[in-house]
C-alpha cells in the first residue's frame, strides 16, 4: 500500500471503500492523515497543518460509487508513529486471521505485530478493543455458517 498509486478517475465503490483506502494508505506510509470534509457527497482527506498533501473525492451522481477528482500527493511533514484516522474496525479486521488460529493471544504481541508491520504505535486499550472486532468477525461469520447448514437441512 506506500506505493500505491492516486489517480485522478479512480472510481471506488462506495464512500467506505474511499474511506478504508484512504486509511490503508495513511498506516502503511506512516502519515497523519484525516478526513477534513465527509459528507454525503465529498470527502476530503488531508495531512498536517501545513502540509500541502490532499485527497478529493465525490459522489458519482446518483450512484453510489465515488470517483476521486483532485490529489496533491506531496508531503512536507516527516512520518510519524501515531496515525490519527487508525480505528479499531480495521485493526480487527488486519488481526483476524492472527486471533482465529490464536484466541488466547495477547495484547502486546498484537501490539507488537503493528509496530513490527507497519511501524505505528498503538495503545493498549485500541489494541483491546480490535481484539475483541476480530473475535466478534469470527463469531459472526461462524453463525452464519451455522445459519445456512440449518436452512439447508
Known amino acids: 500500500m506506500s506505493s500505491y498509486r ?6 471506488y465503490a462506495s464512500r467506505q471503500e474511499f ?11 506512516a502519515r497523519s492523515i484525516k478526513l477534513k470534509k465527509c459528507d454525503l457527497v465529498r470527502i476530503r482527506a488531508v495531512c ?3 502540509c500541502p498533501f490532499w485527497l478529493y473525492a465525490h459522489k458519482v451522481g446518483d450512484e453510489s460509487t465515488w470517483q476521486l477528482r483532485s490529489l496533491n500527493l506531496q508531503h512536507t511533514f516527516m512520518q510519524t508513529h501515531r496515525v490519527g484516522i487508525l480505528h479499531t474496525k480495521w485493526l480487527g479486521a488486519q488481526f483476524k486471521k492472527k486471533v482465529e488460529s490464536n484466541p488466547r493471544i ?3 504481541e498484537l501490539q507488537a505485530k503493528a509496530h513490527k508491520k507497519w511501524n505505528v504505535t498503538v495503545t493498549k486499550s485500541m489494541e483491546a478493543k480490535s481484539k475483541q472486532e476480530a ?3 469470527i463469531q459472526g461469520a461462524f453463525r452464519e455458517q451455522f445459519i445456512c447448514q440449518l436452512e439447508s437441512d
Open 48 to 50: 498536517q497543518k501545513d
Open 106 to 108: 495477547k495484547i502486546r
Open 19 to 29: 474511506k478504508e483506502t484512504v486509511l490503508a494508505y495513511a498506516v502503511h506510509t
Open 135 to 137: 473475535l466478534s468477525q
Open 6 to 11: 492516486w489517480e485522478v478517475g479512480t472510481l
